[in-house]
T-cell receptor, first 115, second 116 residues
Framework: GDSVTQMEGPVTLSEEAFLTINCTYTATGYPSLFWYVQYPGEGLQLLLKATKADDKGSNKGFEATYRKETTSFHLEKGSVQVSDSAVYFCALSSLSGTSYGKLTFGQGTILTVHP | DADVTQTPRNRITKTGKRIMLECSQTKGHDRMYWYRQDPGLGLRLIYYSFDVKDINKGEISDGYSVSRQAQAKFSLSLESAIPNQTALYFC???????????????FGPGTRLTVL
C-alpha cells in the first residue's frame, strides 16, 4: 500500500538557518504530494502541493520539488523564522483503486526555531 | 468564522461511555473525513464520506462509527470508549474539482479526547 516516510524529529534551528525536512514515498502510479503544517493548538493547513513529476510547490518561502526518480518531496526554506515553529506533515493523495483521493500522512516532524 | 468547526474541543470521558464528536462545515464541500492523530504516528484515517449517501471505512475504523446527517455535518461516535482511543481527532473536508486526486483537504481545529 501507499506510505510516506519523513525524517525523524524534532528539528531545532536558530533563526535564519536553512531548513530541510526529508520526505520519501511509496505509491502506485503518480500521486499528488502535499506538505501540511500544524501550528500549536490548531488544525492542519496546506502549506504547498505538487501534482506531477518535476513540479515545484512553494508558499511562504517554503519549497518542495516532486522527484519521481527518487520518490521524494523534500521541504526546504532558506531562512527560518521563530514563527515557523510547528509540526510539518508530508502526505500523498492516492490514485489507486479504493484508496483514490485519500491522504496518507507521514509521522510529522516537529520544528522549533530559536531566536 | 471558521469554515470547519468541531465540537467539543476537549472532552474527558470514562471507559465504556458513548461519546459523539461533531463536525460542521460551511465550505459546501461534498467530501468529509475523520482522522485521529497520535504522537509519532501522523494522522490516520478513520472514516470518510464522498457524499451524503456514501460512507466508507478508513484504515482504523474498528470501535468507531459515523453519521453523515447532511452535506455540512459529519459525526464520529465511539460506542464504548476505551483508553487507547485517547487521541486528537480531526475532521476535514475537500472538494474535488479536477477529477484527479489533487484536492486539498481543509481541517478543523481538532478535538482532544481523553478516555480514563
Amino acid at each position: 500500500g501507499d506510505s510516506v516516510t519523513q525524517m525523524e524529529g524534532p528539528v531545532t534551528l536558530s533563526e535564519e538557518a536553512f531548513l530541510t525536512i526529508n520526505c520519501t514515498y511509496t505509491a502506485t502510479g503518480y500521486p499528488s504530494l502535499f506538505w501540511y503544517v500544524q501550528y500549536p493548538g490548531e488544525g492542519l493547513q496546506l502549506l504547498l502541493k505538487a501534482t506531477k513529476a518535476d513540479d515545484k510547490g512553494s508558499n511562504k518561502g517554503f519549497e518542495a520539488t516532486y522527484r519521481k526518480e527518487t520518490t521524494s518531496f523534500h521541504l526546504e526554506k532558506g531562512s527560518v523564522q521563530v514563527s515557523d515553529s510547528a509540526v510539518y506533515f508530508c502526505a500523498l493523495s492516492s490514485l489507486s483503486g479504493t484508496s483514490y483521493g485519500k491522504l496518507t500522512f507521514g509521522q510529522g516532524t516537529i520544528l522549533t526555531v530559536h531566536p | 468564522d471558521a469554515d470547519v468547526t468541531q465540537t467539543p474541543r476537549n472532552r474527558i470521558t470514562k471507559t465504556g461511555k458513548r461519546i459523539m464528536l461533531e463536525c460542521s462545515q460551511t465550505k459546501g464541500h461534498d467530501r468529509m473525513y475523520w482522522y485521529r492523530q497520535d504522537p509519532g504516528l501522523g494522522l490516520r484515517l478513520i472514516y470518510y464520506s464522498f457524499d451524503v449517501k456514501d460512507i466508507n471505512k478508513g484504515e482504523i475504523s474498528d470501535g468507531y462509527s459515523v453519521s453523515r446527517q447532511a452535506q455540512a455535518k459529519f459525526s464520529l461516535s465511539l460506542e464504548s470508549a476505551i483508553p487507547n482511543q485517547t487521541a486528537l481527532y480531526f475532521c476535514a473536508t475537500s472538494d474535488p474539482t479536477s477529477g484527479r486526486a489533487t484536492d486539498t483537504q481543509y481541517f478543523g481545529p481538532g478535538t482532544r479526547l481523553t478516555v480514563l
